[in-house]
Antibody, heavy 121, light 107 residues
Framework: QLQLQESGPGLVKPSETLSLTCTVS??????????WGWIRQPPGKGLEWIGS???????YYNPSLKSRVTISVDTSKNQFSLKLSSVTAADTAVYYC?????????????WGKGTTVTVSS | SSELTQDPAVSVALGQTVRITCQGD??????ASWYQQKPGQAPVLVIY???NRPSGIPDRFSGSSSGNTASLTITGAQAEDEADYYC??????????FGTGTKVTVL
């Protein structure tokens, strides 16, 4: 059973870079059936797609965040990571990683539990 | 545009049927997937593809699609179905924007 777990600092200072890692267990990050995404949810608001990465390293980013986002993959550690630069209070959110099933239909059937990141000095 | 629009809130009497809709251009090319989110929890996939339910999702949840509109129907709503529901679809740029979300209240 595929499982995902987010990790990283819960508090980031304004203007700094938010860094999170998602560890994949119960399966390989190099699976041909999945690619890997980051989603966030500000307090009291809806879900926002951040971007995704294939195990090959190909990436897709939300245009509204593209200038600040980098998603990378480390197949040796079965992990993928998110970096969001120049953060402000508006980046305070619960950040989720998810596996995107991309063979045939597209859907996210495996999610991490989420990690709360607060941007504050 | 890759935006997906949902009604902000709907209510349904216990045991009755409610339909939630999602509109967007990407739905003409890709099927929507639907996610249930309860307070303090991660989203859970409830419908994907033409009308497929993951293991463990009750059969009172069903999906349909026509043109630029996807729908999630709960037939015989239960108290535990009270939650926020989000649609999602791949778009032409390879991203997966979410719908604006619908809060379902079971009366």
């Amino acid at each position: 059973q595929l499982q995902l777990q987010e990790s990283g600092p819960g508090l980031v200072k304004p203007s700094e870079t938010l860094s999170l890692t998602c560890t994949v267990s119960g399966g390989s990050i190099s699976s041909s059936s999945y690619y890997w995404g980051w989603i966030r949810q500000p307090p009291g608001k809806g879900l926002e797609w951040i971007g995704s990465i294939y195990y090959s390293g190909s990436t897709y980013y939300n245009p509204s965040l593209k200038s600040r986002v980098t998603i990378s993959v480390d197949t040796s550690k079965n992990q993928f990571s998110l970096k969001l630069s120049s953060v402000t209070a508006a980046d305070t959110a619960v950040y989720y990683c998810a596996g995107v099933h991309g063979s045939g239909y597209y859907y996210m059937d495996v999610w991490g539990k989420g990690t709360t990141v607060t941007v504050s000095s | 545009s890759s935006e997906l629009t949902q009604d902000p809130a709907v209510s349904v009497a216990l045991g009755q049927t409610v339909r939630i809709t999602c509109q967007g251009d990407s739905l003409r090319s890709y099927y929507a997937s639907w996610y249930q989110q309860k307070p303090g929890q991660a989203p859970v996939l409830v419908i994907y593809g033409k009308n497929n339910r993951p293991s463990g999702i009750p059969d009172r949840f069903s999906g349909s699609s026509s043109g630029n509109t996807a729908s999630l129907t709960i037939t015989g709503a239960q108290a535990e179905d009270e939650a926020d529901y989000y649609c999602n679809s791949r778009d032409s740029s390879g991203n997966h924007p979410f719908g604006t979300g619908t809060k379902v209240t079971v009366l």
